[in-house]
């Protein structure tokens, strides 16, 4: 029993000295908060109000916001159609955040992968990977989204395979670069005087130590992945109703911006926000990540 708690004891300590130094930087405890917000919308968002969110009510289209006479769910004002802006932007959050989490972890692992592979393996197999991330580098971003969704059809599984296409060069180079420094410290030689193969000192020495890198620049990644499906549903090329994502909403608002804003600005203030939060928390994980730098959050969680 003893020994068991003695084995638990370092992760809760851990785990509890990170939310202690979270709790010390309120911006960045605020934005986690926010973030963790979003994400129990976009998980019970669509069972709680799908209904709600899709059912139309001619009486109350482009509804003033802050006013109750429909009820709570008017509180942001409703659509050209009568529909609760509040229901629709809890129901989008699900699509939105989902197609910006897929298209990071896909690139994270793919981009990871090659990047380790580039750093570590032969000359033959890193020019070969490089010249693969300039290929993809040589068309901007949302160009190649554009031409390739114009091809497809715009769907979630779509969407989320071209933005994750065009952030693998993040992370490739990102990793190679890291694996070119760390392969060349001690312990990373002194495994492979021990024996140890190839697969073990990539897998088991050198990714433990680029990890919290990799994970800061998803964390800053996905708000930008984020900004680029709203601006593809904004352009039409994106999500198709009846689905709806916060950037089809502002493209859908655009039309009545001069008699009434709230159609586009609301969504637009949840793209704003989640992307605001998502910049602070990434800023606090790198430094909090940092064996290094984490001694400035402590100083600043001992001087409050």
């Not at 930087?25 to 998980?43: N, P, Q, R, S, V």
Request: aromatic content about 8%.
């Amino acid at each position: 029993m003893t020994e068991l708690s003695t084995q638990h004891r370092p992760v809760r300590s851990k785990s509890h000295r990170m939310l202690a130094l979270l709790w010390a930087d309120k911006f960045a405890f605020t934005a986690a908060g926010f973030l963790c917000l979003m994400i129990l919308c976009a998980l019970f968002g669509p069972m709680l109000l799908a209904d709600a969110a899709s059912g139309q009510n001619l009486r109350a289209r482009n509804s003033v916001p802050f006013t109750l006479d429909r009820g709570w769910l008017y509180i942001l004002g409703g659509d050209a159609l009568g529909r609760p802006l509040l229901a629709r932007i809890v129901v989008a959050a699900q699509n939105t955040l989902m197609i910006a989490a897929g298209a990071v972890v896909c690139s994270l692992a793919i981009g990871t992968f090659l990047g380790l592979l580039a750093g570590y393996a032969g000359r033959i197999w890193a020019e070969v990977i490089l010249r693969l991330a300039d290929v993809i580098m040589s068309f901007p971003s949302l160009l190649l989204a554009v031409i390739v969704l114009y091809i497809l059809e715009p769907s979630v599984a779509n969407l989320v395979l071209v933005l994750a296409i065009t952030r693998i060069p993040v992370y490739l180079r990102t990793t190679r670069a890291e694996v070119l420094e760390v392969r060349e410290r001690m312990f990373v030689q002194a495994a492979q005087v021990m024996g140890a193969s190839r697969r073990r000192i990539i897998f088991k020495h050198i990714l433990p130590v680029t990890l919290p890198t990799l994970i800061t620049i998803a964390t800053l990644d996905f708000a930008f992945v984020m900004l680029a499906e709203s601006a593809l549903s904004f352009l039409g090329i994106g999500i198709q109703p009846p689905e709806i994502t916060w950037g089809l909403m502002v493209s859908q608002g655009r039309a009545y911006l001069t008699s009434a804003w709230w159609l586009a600005f609301w969504p637009g203030l949840a793209i704003i926000l989640t992307t605001m939060s998502l910049n602070l928390l990434s800023s606090w994980m790198r430094v909090a990540l940092d064996p290094t730098q984490r001694w400035r959050l402590e100083m600043e969680k001992r001087n409050a």
